[in-house]
């Protein structure tokens, strides 16, 4: 059964960073793409970016590419993101997921990890 | 950025309806369309990608068309289970972006 439990959510001030995980399990890690997106309180689902198998590409959404850092351990099977300079824009719920093929769309999703940025 | 447009917003329904939600692209996307389905409380459930593809499971009264700019995803005989939002997802070009939501209720 694929499973994907990110974790390391929570409280952060504003102008902090944070870094939450995603932990995979039930497949092979290594072979696939993974992205981050995210919900904030609300409203519709934002694409945050995806990395591929070895680390090699990785894009992400322009308006974050400054903030966000996605990265991976195949060892671990874990996903990262770090996220830094928060802001209250930034208060949402941050899914990870697994790419369907390589071809973008999200074929399995955790649970979500809720990140609140507020003083 | 290609920017999608759903409609409606919201919808309501009987059980056993059929249901249409519409996306339309800013620019042509090639069919590289997905739809998901997010219940209260939940994350986002995939449904079918390249606008008409079903995955593995989501029962057939699911269906997609569409091409170009212009894509729909359509609901035949509504069961309670499909109260829920449902996006659509283009995979076109980066960023790839989702539109609004059409947030499903039933009567």
């Known amino acids: 059964e694929v499973k994907l439990v990110e974790s390391g959510g929570g409280l952060v001030q504003p102008g902090r960073s944070l870094k939450v995980s995603c932990a995979a399990s039930g497949f092979s890690f290594n072979d696939y793409w993974m992205g981050w997106v995210r919900q904030a309180p609300g409203k519709g689902l934002e694409w945050i970016g995806e990395?591929?198998?070895?680390?090699?590409?990785?894009n992400y959404i322009p308006s974050l590419k400054d903030k966000f850092t996605i990265s991976r351990d195949n060892a671990q099977n874990t996903l990262y993101l770090q996220m830094s300079k928060l802001g209250s824009e930034d208060t949402a719920i941050y899914y990870c997921a697994r790419e369907h093929s390589g071809y973008g769309f999200f074929d399995y999703w955790g649970q979500g990890v809720m990140v609140t940025v507020s003083s | 950025d290609i920017h999608m447009t759903q409609n409606p917003v919201s919808l309501s329904a009987f059980i056993g309806d059929k249901v249409t939600i519409t996306c339309r692209a800013s620019?042509?996307?090639?069919?590289?369309l997905g739809w998901y389905q997010q219940k209260q409380g939940q994350s986002p459930k995939f449904l079918m990608y390249y606008a008409s593809n079903l995955l593995s499971g989501v029962p057939s009264r699911f269906s997609g068309s569409g091409s170009g700019t212009e894509y729909s995803l359509t609901i035949t005989g509504i069961q309670p289970e499909d109260a829920a939002t449902y996006f659509c997802q283009q995979c076109y070009s980066y960023p790839y972006t989702f539109g609004a939501g059409t947030k499903l209720e039933l009567k």
């Open positions: 620019q042509d996307i090639s069919r590289y």
């Open positions: 990395i591929n198998q070895d680390s090699s590409t990785i």
